[in-house]
């Protein structure tokens, strides 16, 4: 392993890679996440109605999609937009879980509210804006559910894993990890896609990562490729913003793929994938060269 990076995360003992401990797999409901599957979760930015939600999930479903994603309590940029529904949000997620068989990832914002998103979720998000939110990460250590963590739109990979050991070491081991682009001097893009993130954590932790070419990319037509390129570098899955109109939706429409444009994404990825399996037999890990702990 490059000696940089070993002296840079080993401190973050309960999710840095070991001799012992080279992978850790996420479970919730029948999924496994960080195991051999590429998992894809993809729903809305927010829930905004229950049928704009039961449609979204129906769609992602069938083009193969196992978790439903879904804001009900939404960190805004403008105080002046659209906040979420809240508890009813929750149980429009609820709803169609139970019609799907998805299972559910919902952001949690505060502290307190993590005990009702709890009651609804399988999987609690935590966004870019609540990275370093303390307070929060220390209680999901109790919330009995794995906690997707997003990496923070200014933070380094060290502060992300530092949050990680945070969840961690408050009681909750469960902890996926989710590139979702950074802020750089980049404008064309919403956010710059750290795509060597992918491999660096891979190397340096032995938690599950994912990518969100949605909030990365903000623009729809980028985001099929981007996932691609996760795909290739050897993420664990994706987390993907779907709408059944995205002209109408409420927030994050520009990024939103359509119905028919998940399905054509989803279908174009299975080459790249089939080509990380083939990789993976040959060297289990895609790690970089000399990159096994
Ligand atoms: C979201 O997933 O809709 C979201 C707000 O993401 P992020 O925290 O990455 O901006
Ligand atoms: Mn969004």
């Not at 919902?106 to 993590?114: L, R």
């Not at 935590?126 to 999901?140: F, Q």
Request: glycine fraction near 8%; aromatic fraction near 4%.
């Amino acid at each position: 392993m490059n000696p940089k990076w070993n002296g840079q995360f080993s401190c973050f003992d309960l999710v840095a890679k070991t001799a012992a401990r080279s992978r850790s797999v996420v479970r919730v409901l029948d999924i496994e996440i960080g195991g051999n599957d590429f998992v894809v979760m993809a729903g809305p930015c927010a829930v905004e109605s229950e049928s704009q939600l039961m449609h979204t999930a129906e769609a992602v479903a069938e083009a193969g999609a196992r978790v439903l994603r879904g804001g009900a309590y939404k960190p805004r940029s403008s105080p002046y937009a659209f906040q979420g529904l809240g508890v009813e949000g929750l149980k429009i997620l609820r709803k169609a879980r139970e019609a799907t068989g998805l299972a559910i990832v919902t952001e949690v914002m505060s502290e307190e509210d993590v005990d009702v998103i709890a009651e609804y979720a399988d999987i609690m998000q935590v966004g870019t804006r609540s990275m370093e939110n303390y307070a929060l990460l220390e209680a999901l250590g109790g919330c009995g559910r794995p906690v997707l963590l997003k990496r923070g739109m200014t933070a380094t990979l060290e502060d992300l894993l530092r949050s990680a050991q945070v969840i961690a070491m408050a009681g909750n081991p469960q902890v996926i990890l989710c590139e979702r682009g950074i802020r750089t001097f980049e404008t064309a893009t919403r956010n710059t896609l750290d795509i060597a993130a992918v491999p660096v954590l891979k190397t340096v932790s032995h938690l599950p990562v994912i990518v969100d070419p949605s909030h990365a990319a903000g623009v729809r037509c980028l985001v099929p490729v981007l996932s691609r390129a996760a795909a290739v570098v050897g993420a664990d899955g994706l987390i993907v913003e779907v709408h059944p109109c995205p002209e109408q939706a409420m927030s994050d429409g520009n990024q939103s793929l359509t119905f028919p444009e998940f399905r054509s994404m989803m279908d174009d990825l299975q080459p790249y994938l089939a080509l990380q399996q083939e990789a993976r037999q040959l060297s289990p890990e895609l790690l970089p060269i000399g990159g096994a702990a």
